[in-house]
């Protein structure tokens, strides 16, 4: 049972570089979840999807792109990645019907 | 735009103890509220769900509450054990909207 699981766990780039983010549910569920956790903001709403093929900004989408052609996966692609986007990244996701979210371990990215 | 506050930033209690987190938000109009604990280098681990229409919901050493309309929710640990440290965070859903979380309060049991 693996549920939700994120790779990789640990990532290094260098600015400039694009980036992509996996994420894989076992779940089925219809809704996915990006967000960025940083000290002092907590955790912010990067994009979210409600099904395959549908996707909707957050609070914080600006440099970030994703795609949901499956509904087990939910890519997250930095397209040029900034030092600001120095982060630990979660996915998340949920049925539909029940707002009770369930989170993956995380990735931690460091640009440089 | 829905606020969510959560006090104290920081705790540290001797173990045994019974202890209350606090979250606080600003639109009562919630659907939902969630707790979450977050161990160190980890990811999130749902505790407890209260949909608007509950004001209470337990698990095991866990009680939580929810006031709508004073806009708080408490988390009540219940003998406290150095197991329990780690990171709780609050976060809150308004109909159609997306989760909004609280910053968090850092739990620390010493034993």
């Known amino acids: 049972d693996a549920g939700i699981t994120q790779s990789p766990r640990y990532k290094i780039t260098e600015t400039g570089r694009q980036v992509t983010l996996m994420c894989h549910q076992t779940?089925?569920?219809?809704?996915m979840f990006w967000y960025r956790q940083d000290l002092g903001h907590g955790l912010r709403l990067i994009y979210y999807?409600?099904?395959?093929?549908?996707?909707d900004k957050g609070e914080v989408p600006d440099g970030y792109v994703v795609s949901r052609s499956k509904t087990e996966n939910f890519p997250l692609t930095l397209e040029s990645a900034t030092r600001s986007q120095t982060s630990v990244y979660f996915c998340?996701?949920?049925?539909?019907?029940?707002?009770?979210?369930?989170f993956g371990p995380g990735t931690r990215l460091t640009v440089t | 735009k829905q606020e969510v506050t959560q006090i104290p930033a920081a705790l540290s209690v001797p173990e045994g103890e019974n202890l209350v987190l606090n979250c606080s938000f600003t639109?009562?109009?919630?659907?939902?509220l969630q707790w979450f604990r977050q161990d160190p280098g980890k990811g999130l681990t749902s505790l407890l769900l209260?949909?608007?229409?509950?004001r209470e919901q337990t698990s095991g050493r866990l009680n939580a509450s929810l006031d709508k309309s004073s806009g708080r929710s408490t988390l009540y640990i219940a003998a406290s054990q150095p197991g329990d440290s780690a990171t709780y965070l609050c976060?809150?859903?308004?109909?159609?909207?997306?989760?909004?979380f609280g910053p968090g309060t850092r739990l620390s049991v010493l034993p």
């Open positions: 976060a809150v859903i308004n109909y159609g909207q997306n989760f909004v």
């Open positions: 998340a996701s949920r049925r539909q019907g029940s707002y009770e979210q369930y």
């Open positions: 639109d009562s109009a919630i659907y939902n």
């Open positions: 999807s409600a099904a395959a093929d549908i996707t």
């Open positions: 779940w089925s569920h219809s809704y």
């Open positions: 209260i949909q608007s229409s509950q």
